[in-house]
């Protein structure tokens, strides 16, 4: 079992950046390959980036290419996600999972725990 708690959200002007901290309770966590989500006000859930075990390879989806990066430091048990050039069309509530997959998968059903989420306001 794992417990996840996000940090690092709040109210930032567009062009600006945050970085999001997705710490882990438990001596697993370097096993598991991690995930941030999110969710806009009257969307679904949705994919954002994912990174395997290892840190070795990471997966993003395209409108944040170049802009977000996705990173773990399993030392501290902690994934972490940097924002930068943020847009208003980012604020959404951010969660991270982590996935009981093999391989670095997209999908919400593959991951198995997922965190309380943080709230990322992006204003124009």
């Known amino acids: 079992q794992v417990q996840l708690v996000e940090s690092g959200g709040g109210l930032v002007q567009a062009g600006g950046s945050l970085r999001l901290s997705c710490e882990a309770s438990?001596?697993?966590?370097?096993?598991?390959?991690m995930g941030w989500f999110r969710r806009a006000p009257g969307k679904e859930r949705e994919f954002v980036a994912a990174?395997?075990?290892?840190?070795?390879?990471?997966k993003y989806t395209d409108p944040v290419k170049g802009r977000f990066t996705i990173s773990r430091d399993n030392a501290k048990n902690t994934v972490y996600l940097q924002m930068n050039d943020l847009k208003p069309e980012d604020t959404a509530v951010y969660y991270c999972?982590?996935?009981?997959?093999?391989?670095?998968?997209?999908?919400?059903?593959?991951?198995?725990?997922w965190g309380q989420g943080t709230q990322v306001t992006v204003s124009a």
């Open positions: 999972a982590a996935s009981g997959y093999p391989i670095l998968t997209v999908a919400l059903v593959t991951y198995l725990h």
């Open positions: 990174i395997t075990h290892n840190g070795g390879s990471m």
């Open positions: 438990g001596s697993t966590f370097s096993s598991y390959n």
